[in-house]
C-alpha cells in the first residue's frame, strides 16, 4: 500500500512518508505528528490533507447506493448574517443531502438548488423504488415522475407525520 501512497514532487522520504501514514491512521494530530517525524507542521498537514482527499475520492468513487428511506434536503452554508437568509442569500455556499435513516449520509456541494442539478444526484445515489422523504421545495416536483415512492412535508403545516418527516438530514 506504501507505493500507492507515494506522492508526486514529495521530498518526504520513504521513511517519513511510512510515519506519518502510521500517524495518521492512529490518529495522532498533524502537528504532533510533525514533531515525531521531524518534519515542519505544514509538511505534515499537508500531508494529511492529501491523505484525507484520496480517501474522500475512493469513498466518492465505491459509495455505495442509498436504499429504504431516504431523507433529502438542502441547505446554505456561509455568507453574512444580515439582510436575506437562506435561499438567495448573497455569498451562501448551497449544499445538498442525503441520508439513509439509520444509516450513511451523502452530501456534496452543489452550483444551485435546480432540479436538473439535484436528480441526477438523487439518481445516481439512490436506489430506484426507494422511499424518499423531501419537504415542499419545488425542485422536488420531478420525483414524482421517477421511480421512487416520493413523500413531502410541508413545513409550514407541521414538522413530523409519524414516519413522514426530514428531520435527520436537518439534524445533520
Known amino acids: 500500500m506504501l507505493k500507492s501512497v507515494k506522492l508526486k514532487h514529495s521530498r518526504l522520504s520513504e521513511s517519513q ?3 506519518l501514514l502510521d500517524f495518521f491512521v492512529s490518529g495522532t494530530s498533524a502537528r504532533f505528528a510533525s514533531e515525531l517525524v521531524s518534519v515542519h507542521r ?4 499537508s500531508f494529511y490533507d492529501k491523505i484525507r482527499q484520496l480517501i474522500a475520492f475512493n469513498l466518492e468513487k465505491d459509495s455505495p447506493f442509498l436504499d429504504g428511506e431516504v431523507e433529502i434536503d438542502e441547505s446554505y452554508f456561509g455568507g453574512k448574517r444580515k439582510g436575506k437568509r437562506g435561499r438567495g442569500a448573497a455569498g451562501k455556499v448551497p449544499v445538498f443531502g442525503l441520508l439513509k435513516r439509520n444509516g450513511k449520509v451523502y452530501a456534496q456541494i ?8 439535484l436528480m441526477p444526484i438523487i439518481r445516481d445515489k439512490v436506489k430506484p423504488d426507494s422511499i424518499i422523504y423531501s419537504d415542499t421545495f419545488k ?3 420531478a420525483l414524482d415522475v421517477y421511480e421512487f415512492k416520493h ?3 410541508n413545513h409550514s403545516e407541521l414538522f413530523t ?3 413522514n418527516h426530514i428531520n435527520g438530514i436537518e439534524n445533520f
Open 110 to 117: 452543489i452550483s444551485d438548488a435546480k432540479s436538473a442539478t
Open 151 to 153: 413523500f413531502r412535508i
Open 161 to 163: 407525520d409519524k414516519t
Open 139 to 141: 425542485s422536488y416536483n
Open 17 to 19: 512518508t511510512k510515519k
Open 42 to 45: 505544514n509538511t505534515a498537514t
